[in-house]
């Protein structure tokens, strides 16, 4: 595998439910990414990683947790979801943190609450 | 970060040259101009970045205004692959954190016409 990748791609779950997204970046990157893209809304960014460290933070709902066990890898722990959490979900990784580097994008992870 | 204006759409001809406009007229000196694309139902993909001068990679180039007032990204010639949203983006170097809120405008939509 290359790039940034994202598991599950699709994904469907009740108010109620608790369920994990992971992401992986085989590119030897130190800084990873959580995105969401509502539909017809801009990208916002909700959490920022450094060498496993979170170093952002946008004022994201407690019902959305963030992990990052190591540089490669990246979950987002969900759970008491409301439909409006309903999205895409994007990872990314760059270099390091800052400007000067670009992100590369997982696929996303389509996610329905119901 | 600085704002970007992008035209909501453009059209191109297949195998035709494209440039796409970015004003930026409120950049700081430390803010690189970064260009993404998203295809329907994918992440945003990485195309180029530059600080002043112009930049050449496989996928395109970018022409950065003396002043860095604006730029252009070329592509050279266009596919029908290339039909997407481009968007254009400041990032602050020197903001290590903030710098990461990659935030995408709502772009210009791309029609490659075969």
């Known amino acids: 595998e290359t790039g940034v990748t994202q598991t599950p791609r699709h994904l469907v779950m009740g108010m109620t439910n608790k369920k994990s997204l992971k992401c992986e970046q085989h590119l030897g990157h130190n800084a990873m990414y959580w995105y969401k893209q509502s539909a017809k809304k801009p990208l916002e960014l909700m959490f920022v990683?450094?060498?496993?460290?979170?170093?952002e933070n946008n004022s994201v709902p407690s019902r959305f947790s963030p992990e990052c066990p190591n540089s490669s890898h990246l979950f987002l722990h969900l759970h008491t979801l409301q439909p409006e959490d309903s999205a895409l979900y994007l990872c990314?990784?760059?270099?390091?943190?800052?400007?000067?580097?670009?992100?590369?994008f997982g696929p996303g992870t389509r996610l329905t609450v119901t | 970060d600085a704002k970007t204006t992008q035209p909501n759409s453009m059209e191109s001809n297949e195998e035709e040259p494209v440039h796409l406009p970015c004003n930026h007229s409120?950049?700081?000196?430390?803010?690189?101009i970064h260009w993404y694309r998203q295809l329907p139902s994918q992440g945003p993909e990485y195309v180029i970045h530059?600080?002043?001068s112009n930049v050449n990679n496989r996928m395109a180039s970018l022409a950065i205004a003396e002043d860095r007032k604006s730029s252009t990204l070329i592509l050279h010639r266009a596919t029908l692959r290339d039909a997407a949203v481009y968007y254009c983006?400041?990032?602050?170097?020197?903001?290590?954190?903030?710098?990461?809120?990659?935030?995408f405008g709502t772009g210009t939509r791309l029609t490659v016409i075969p």
């Open positions: 983006i400041l990032r602050d170097r020197s903001d290590w954190a903030g710098a990461n809120n990659l935030f």
């Open positions: 409120t950049i700081s000196g430390t803010d690189y």
């Open positions: 530059g600080l002043t």
């Open positions: 990683y450094s060498l496993e460290e979170r170093v």
């Open positions: 990314a990784s760059s270099q390091e943190v800052g400007g000067s580097y670009e992100q590369y």
